[in-house]
């Protein structure tokens, strides 16, 4: 335990937490952890299981998708981070905080404080207007009205909604209200932002339009963001590391080229059969390090290889450059179309 | 014959209730009485204002407060004829006695049906309890209270209030649980996520959000305060339903007619104008203009 208490750079850290639905779950955790699965434990007490035996390291800075099907249990997970569910075992730690151990009062302080959270069903309040919306965790703060108005009526600008500050939240789209929800969330100003499919009910385009919104704001504000999706090619696109869930349990975690091109298991597998390789996998994992001769042209070490596919019409290879734009390697398209064939069943 | 067998013997039971409530009265009739003297307070308040309001003021007033709720000329057209109707048919001064029971009833179901819905919509077990007790309430004929009360506090303005508060608390109740408990979950738990206390929730998202329903209570309730007006003229209210009463008595059916059309005429003003108030709240909430 004491080792998780040291590590102060992990924003959420979370021990074996596993929850049970159910009117004795203590039962049911008896039977869970003598074995038997979580279809087992339903058929025999009634209980299901929401989360099974989860431990997860989550960095601060970053984000971190937990990805999974309906009834994977990934909204019942992120609802453990800010206590809204309580877990049946396990150890939850905030900044090295515990938790669960806080009193009523210290866990309304820390969720007034400390985390911030979007909904999928945005979770909108529809008698005030949308300034007083975002203003909203603010006041509950007790932060005074000027400064909060002035607070919610900045971050409303850089949501893209200025001009829609005295509106009914329902006159306004899908995309207009989860654009609400999100500045509510940075208005906070907390360390982390917990996203419970917030882009799920959105339509495609102004989907993607959010996702790069976020990607664009966490490298601003440099925020620890949890974000729930189902969406394997959301995951890849805007997370910094993803965690994939089924039946409440943990499948695999890791960076999203760790999971594209090592699935753990057939059920990762499946996902990855679908998914846009090119999306997921970075330039720098395939790439041949070493010095090689100057490159007419170059792309960043955190590009994708469908960023460096277009170049290849015009060029035999690429150059990529570290953040301070010195060349430490360089890709070709046979590398990248290696990587991308390697694991599209009965090719490799 | 076909008789019921008498299995034990009941009239001690009935002697018991009968001795019960002749001791009560004895006892704690003059308790009572102070108990619910602010009650005769409230109402007499009322009564003296609403009749030594000039007639065409109180006109003037409830034709604003129409077109303040609705904007449009069809509804303060309406409340103007109905007024206009009780003033003509010589009812006005019974009108507002009338009208002043009615207000005093509502304002006080309002008081205790409020509180007591928040306390059921949050508690199961209580919701448990006081269901039955509603049930009574509404069902069971208001002569059998009524008596009682009479006995308690003797003839006049109080029990007829009572009994009225009686009869038209239960659906303020029981609308304001049913509002508080369908607030829409997802925005209660995002309020919960922001750190609201249980007080923060309560005023600034569940009520805010439930006033349509529970203005729809008050507007049951004044309707049944009303439909209670001629059974609390029997024990000494006045009004309206003394008139009606007095014209069944004399076999006038005129009278009984006109005054009945004017409980009627009241009954519409406030219907609608409670109605409309609900509509314009909802419309702001935005319930009806989803996309």
């Known amino acids: ?348 | 014959m076909n008789l019921f067998p008498q299995l034990i013997d009941t009239r001690p039971w009935r002697r018991a209730v009968d001795d019960g409530l002749n001791w009560v009265v004895r006892h704690w009739g003059g308790t009572f009485e102070a108990a619910a003297y602010p009650l005769l307070v409230l109402l007499k308040a009322i009564e003296d204002l609403l009749i030594a309001t000039p007639w065409w003021m109180i006109i003037a007033l409830l034709t604003g407060i129409a077109w303040l709720a609705t904007r449009r000329w069809q509804l303060p057209a309406i409340v103007l004829g109905s007024l206009l109707f009780l003033g003509v048919m010589d009812l006005w001064k019974d009108a507002m006695t009338t009208m002043a029971l009615m207000i005093a009833a509502t304002l006080t179901a309002i008081f205790i049906s409020i509180p007591v819905g928040v306390w059921m919509s949050r508690s199961f077990r209580l919701r448990q309890c006081v269901t039955p007790i509603l049930d009574l309430m509404q069902t069971l004929p208001s002569f059998v209270y009524l008596i009682p009360t009479v006995m308690i506090f003797g003839p006049g303005k109080i029990p007829a209030l009572i009994a009225t508060i009686v009869y038209a608390a239960p659906p303020l109740v029981r609308l304001t649980d049913l509002g508080l408990r369908s607030v829409d979950p997802s925005v209660m738990e995002a309020s919960r996520a922001f750190g609201t206390n249980p007080r923060q929730r309560l005023f600034g998202v569940q009520i805010p959000l439930a006033l349509p329903t529970i203005l729809a209570g008050v507007n049951q309730t004044t309707m049944m305060a009303l439909s209670m007006v001629v059974i609390a003229s029997m024990i000494g209210a006045g009004g309206l339903g003394y008139q009606v009463l007095q014209g069944i008595g004399r076999l006038e059916v005129s009278r009984g007619l006109f005054a009945g059309l004017g409980i009627v005429a009241l009954a519409i003003v406030f219907d609608r104008i409670t109605q409309a108030f609900g509509r314009q709240l909802q419309a702001r909430i935005g319930m009806q203009e989803v996309r």
Request: aromatic share 4%.
């Open chain 1, 1 to 348: 335990m004491s080792d998780i208490h040291g590590k102060t750079d992990l924003a959420i850290a979370m021990r074996g937490v596993t929850k049970i639905f159910g009117p004795d779950p203590e039962a049911a955790l008896a039977l869970l952890r003598a074995g038997k699965s979580k279809a087992e434990v339903q058929a025999e007490t009634n209980h299901v299981v929401g989360l099974d035996n989860v431990s997860l390291d989550i960095a601060a800075g970053q984000i971190f998708v937990v990805m999974g099907l309906s009834g994977s249990g990934k909204s019942t997970l992120i609802r453990h981070v800010n206590r809204l569910i309580e877990p049946t075992a396990g150890e939850i730690l905030v900044h090295g905080t515990d938790v669960l151990k806080m009193s009523l009062n210290e866990l309304r302080t820390y969720r007034r404080t400390k985390v911030a959270m979007v909904f999928q069903k945005f979770g909108l309040l529809p008698h005030r207007s949308v300034i007083d919306n975002v203003a909203y965790g603010l006041e509950v703060r007790g932060v005074g009205r000027k400064e909060r108005l002035e607070t919610a009526a900045k971050w409303i600008e850089t949501v893209g909604l200025a001009g829609y500050e005295h509106s009914r939240t329902r006159q306004l789209s899908g995309g207009q209200q989860q654009r609400v929800g999100l500045a509510r969330a940075l208005a906070m100003d907390a360390d982390i932002i917990l996203m419970d499919e917030a882009f799920s009910a959105l339509d495609p385009l102004i989907r993607a339009g959010m996702q790069d919104e976020l990607i664009t704001l966490q490298k601003s504000l440099n925020k620890t963001i949890l974000f729930i999706t189902h969406d394997f090619d959301e995951a890849l696109k805007i997370g910094d590391r993803i965690a994939v869930l089924k039946d409440g349990a943990l499948q695999q975690e890791g960076k999203p080229e760790d999971i594209v091109l090592r699935p753990a298991n057939e059920h990762i597998e499946e996902f990855v059969r679908q998914v846009n390789k090119a999306r997921a996998i970075h330039v720098r994992s395939i790439m041949e390090r070493g010095a090689t001769e100057p490159c007419e042209q170059s792309v960043s070490m955190d590009a994708r290889c469908e960023d460096v596919l277009p170049l290849f019409a015009e060029h035999q290879w690429v150059g990529v450059v570290d953040a301070d734009g010195k060349q430490i390697g360089r890709v070709t398209a046979k590398q990248v179309i290696k990587a991308l064939a390697r694991h599209t069943p009965g090719v490799g």
